[in-house]
């Protein structure tokens, strides 16, 4: 599990309200997931692997080793 630093955004991130974009982990694609429209979080479009969720006070990025460990 990865979470965004709002303060330090990576290239490939971006984080506004209740929107953020994020890279996939797995393949490098990146998405944007967004509170409103994605409640239970979305998966990369590309691969699936990775799922991204906004909430009010985090975005967090659920790799597909989280589930191994
Ligand atoms: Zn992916």
Known sequence: MRYLDKAALGQF??????NA?????SCGKVFLVSAVLHRKGRSCPACGRCTAKVTKQMVALTEPTDSTS
């Open 13 to 18: 991130e971006d984080w506004y309200g209740d």
């Open 21 to 25: 974009a994020v890279q996939c982990t």
